[in-house]
């Protein structure tokens, strides 16, 4: 990596380079590169090309003194850290629907990715040669998405999203399986499908495909229509159906015991029980 202190002052100023604290030993490792951007101001682009293993740069910081005959000024630049690297999300996803994952790499200040494979993120799993992916770049972050449209289930597998900076190469890992698409042939009607051909029933409905309501304690002369709602055979009512109705009423306190038909009491007669014996 390249790191850049410009100074200004009058008379000129000099530069000396410092890693965490210590003055650096000049030379094929640490190289310094000082250019005039402004004479008459006694500016300079002082630039420190660094080309130690990263291992030798990652945790320390770097910083450059400027000294001139009328003081000292030191100013830390960057603490080299890896970059992160996540991905998301971690779920199961189904075969046939849209899906993808998301691998967001960020870099510490003055980092920067380095490579020469056409891509800063690299994507490892099964068959990511046919998979698009898309780039999105931000300031220290780089944003790839895989994206499945449709989800197969040979995607299934392990995902490997690999970034290497000036600081060191980093990768996260995500694994799913994909699932077979549950159905139920023919469909649930009050009901959910939660496995194949297996409905799981709203409550009040009752059958292999929901499709049945249910009476407690049930339906005595009809049938359920409704969960808890009765729709009662002709001649019968009530909320169990269990009431015979005789249309008109019985009358003199008589019972109608079945469709039509009155039970009178003593002294009263007639299909209403509508006479009374002398």
């Known amino acids: 990596p390249n790191l850049t202190c410009i100074s200004t002052g009058s008379p000129a100023t000099t530069v000396t380079w410092m890693r965490d604290g210590q003055q650096l030993s000049l030379g094929d490792t640490y190289i310094p590169i000082q250019t005039v ?4 101001l006694s500016t300079y682009n002082n630039i420190l090309v660094i080309k130690a293993a990263s291992s030798d740069i990652i945790g320390h910081t770097y910083s450059c003194t ?24 971690h779920e199961t996803p189904t075969a046939g ?29 099964p ?19 895989l994206e499945f449209n449709p989800v197969r289930i040979s995607h299934g597998g392990e995902y490997i999203c690999q970034a290497t900076s000036t600081a060191g190469t980093i990768m996260d890992y995500a694994k799913f399986t ?5 159905e139920c042939n023919p469909e649930c009607e009050y009901g959910d499908c939660v496995a194949t051909n297996y409905c799981k029933c709203n409550e009040g409905w009752r059958g292999p495909t929901c499709s049945h309501a249910k009476c407690n304690p049930g339906c005595y002369r009809g049938f359920c229509k409704n969960p808890n709602v009765c729709e009662c055979d002709e001649g019968y009512g009530g909320l169990q159906c269990t009431d015979a109705m005789c249309i008109p009423e019985c ?18 007669y ?9």
């Open 251 to 268: 009358q003199n306190g008589g019972t109608c015991y079945q469709p039509g038909l009155c039970d009178c009491r003593p002294g009263f």
């Open 270 to 278: 007639g299909s209403r029980c509508e006479n009374s014996i002398p």
């Open 66 to 89: 400027v000294i001139n005959a009328f003081g000292t000024v030191s100013k830390a630049l960057v603490a080299f850290t890896p970059p992160t690297v996540t991905i998301s999300p």
């Open 37 to 40: 951007t402004d004479r008459r």
């Open 178 to 182: 994909v699932q077979i698409p549950i």
């Open 127 to 145: 068959d990511c040669a046919s998979i698009n992916s898309t780039l999105q770049v931000m300031t220290n972050t780089y944003i790839s998405t």
């Open 97 to 125: 629907e849209s899906f993808s994952l998301t691998c967001t790499v960020t870099l510490a200040e003055g980092d920067y990715i380095v490579g020469d494979s056409g891509s800063p993120v690299q994507w490892k799993g």
